[in-house]
Structure formats: C-alpha cells, structure tokens
C-alpha cells in the first residue's frame, strides 16, 4: 500500500525559506514521475513541481526561480525547497505520484492533470504572511 507522509511546512514570513520532505513507501508497481502539488480551499489543487525518474524537473510558471524539487532515492524522501516565498504561495502542500495505470507516463505529459496522481498524504500547511 503506497503511502505518503508530508511533513515541514509552517507559518513564515515573506521572502523567507522552508524545506518540504515526503517520505515515500508502499509502491508496488514502477512510476517515474513524482511532485508536489498545493491546494487553498475552494480552487481545484494545481501542480508545483515535479521530477522523472531521471531527475528532470518541471516547475509551474509561478514558483520557476523559487522552487527546487529533488529526491532522494536512497531514503525514499522527495524535496520542496521554497525560497523567497510569498503570500500568495499560501496553501496545504501534497506530494504526489501517478497512479498505477499512469506510471510510466512521464512528468511533461501528466503534470496538467493532478487527478492522474493519487493516493495523497494528509499535507503540510504552509503559510506567509507579509
């Protein structure tokens, strides 16, 4: 059974940093995509940052030059390093990966449709104030 446990948010000031972790275990089948998705409450959750198994990333146009996805294989830990966050980038942060009959989809063709991810942690809150 996949699961996914999300843990490092918190509440920051504007321009300051946090590092997200997932810790990732359970899978039985081959997926190389991962990512980290956000969500507010009343829109539809939308795509951050996400990576291939071969370490390509792909990053939504608002966080590009903020936002570092990486992952550590060995640990099985996934990374959202956030710098200069803002206001705007407050949210409930999820990591994320392809359901089974998406595995072997890669990152550039999946990430615009978060509901071809799934199971999903509980989250990580994150807020910023200014």
């Known amino acids: 059974q996949v699961q996914l446990v999300e843990s490092g948010g918190g509440s920051v000031q504007a321009g300051e940093s946090l590092r997200l972790s997932c810790k990732f275990s359970g899978y039985t089948y081959v997926t190389l995509c991962m990512g980290w998705f956000r969500q507010t409450p009343g829109k539809e959750r939308e795509g951050v940052a996400f990576?291939?198994?071969?370490?390509?990333?792909n990053y939504a146009d608002s966080v590009k030059g903020r936002f570092t996805i990486s992952k550590d294989n060995a640990k099985n830990i996934l990374y959202l390093q956030m710098n200069n966050l803002q206001p705007e980038d407050t949210a409930m942060y999820y990591c994320?990966?392809?359901?089974?009959?998406?595995?072997?989809?890669?990152?550039?063709?999946?990430?615009?449709?978060?509901?071809?991810?799934?199971?999903w942690g509980q989250g990580t809150q994150v807020t910023v104030s200014s």
């Open positions: 990576i291939d198994d071969g370490g390509s990333t």
């Open positions: 994320a990966s392809p359901i089974k009959e998406s595995g072997l989809i890669p990152c550039a063709t999946l990430a615009p449709f978060p509901r071809r991810f799934g199971p």
